[in-house]
């Protein structure tokens, strides 16, 4: 198991797979019915925007961010495929974010259940496991890029010789 965990691979699956987990439990948290009186989920109040009552607003804004909540997912991908970090900071980030909103949306209007809460929590705990694997990542592609490196090369980057030749140069 720890052969691995040394493998950029492998952090990459885990990383990508708990950001899709966190989508899926979003999904989960939105469909979940509203506590009484409502007695309906989010989905239902972001349809009707005509009755113009404010949880019918807060549905609508819910719900579109949790669409575009796949953006950050899919740059997460993208960052994947280009060896870099950017993605994954934008999805861990913009989760956070999503997560955060919902529970100043419990906070201020008692929006949500219990479970929905619960269901928030680990949500949370995923994002933030995700952002230990992120930067597990970061040093594993950091040590891959000093690999390639030459022996020679990496000593003569240490030495003050290129930067007596750049002063001979100038």
Known sequence: MKELFKKP??????STGLLVVVLLLNLWIVSIRLPWPNDENLWYFAKDLENGDLINILAFIVTLLFY?????????????LKKNNK????AIIYFIAFETLLIVLHTLFQMFTG???????VAIVLTITAFVFLILRKKQLSMM?????EPKAIDLSRSKLP???LVMDV
């Open 9 to 14: 691979w492998f952090i990459n699956l885990i």
């Open 68 to 80: 575009l909540s796949m953006i950050p997912l899919i740059l997460s991908g993208i960052s994947l």
């Open 87 to 90: 993605g994954f900071v934008i």
């Open 115 to 121: 479970f929905a809460l619960v269901l928030i929590i």
């Open 145 to 149: 890029t000093d690999s390639t490196l």
């Open 163 to 165: 930067l007596a030749v």
